[in-house]
């Protein structure tokens, strides 16, 4: 994504005044981390739309914590379905402005895959009569007034695109949802994949979170989307995946070896060695709240 042809460079700084960005741009090789700095991209690119498919597009913004929030929406003949918002009413708009220079088509579906705050506290200036599909359990995080999604898996045409959103089990938030588009092949995977981020376990489940992303690794899918971190090229996208379960494996691995040890909580925040993901994004913020949140589950406190 870093172009380094002049040429190259200027076209890309036409493009940006309409901050669209093609995945198409050759790249050289991409250092793979969710820290904007360490991956030679300057804050001022952001917010950024990045074209996916002629159709599909995925939503870069920083939020407060200076890490990436990312959405997706999808172009159909009836409408724009919109996946994940960002964290405040000014930041939101700005996602809504940027849909509205790809399509002037009206954004008539909202998909909760992250009850979270940095995704959804600036719904409020979603039009009116958009139509939410959430999780039973992130409607009433959400406190919306609109049913909930019923079972696990939902279809929805939006004029040519067919959506589906599914719930593949309990992960970042306890009624996580991801957004499938068969025909592209494109997972759209929200907070249950934190691109090079540190496992962030606040409200997870975390074993189960392990066997979401068996799930999500199974499908019929080129191309993951995270929901923090970067959106990489689609090979990428994989390994990046296949690196974030392992990063989780080892986090559990690790607190239940010192849980068996015997340590108190404290003491396991001050021992752990979490190897190459002590690195990752934010670590030194989340990983005290995974040690916390898997010795619950080991405890059997996590329902
Ligand atoms: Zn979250």
Redesign the pocket.
Known sequence: MQPTHPHLRSVLSVLSAAFVLALSVPSVAQVRTADPEKRGLSRSLFPRTIKITDTVYGYEDFHSAGMTTVSLFVVGNDGVLLADGQGSPAATQKLLDAIAKVTPKPVKWYVGG?D?G??AAGNAVLPKDITYVVSPFSKQQMKLDAPAMSGDRQIINIGGTEVQVLNLGRA??GGDLVVYLPKEKILFMS?VYLNRVFP?M??AYPSEWVAVLNWALQMDVTHYIP??GFIEEPKTSREELVEYQRAMRAVIAEVTRLHKAGLSADDAIKQANWGPYADWYIAAQQAPIAVRKIYDELEGKLK
């Open positions: 992250s979270h940095v995704h970042h938030t907070e962030a606040r409200s929901g923090h």
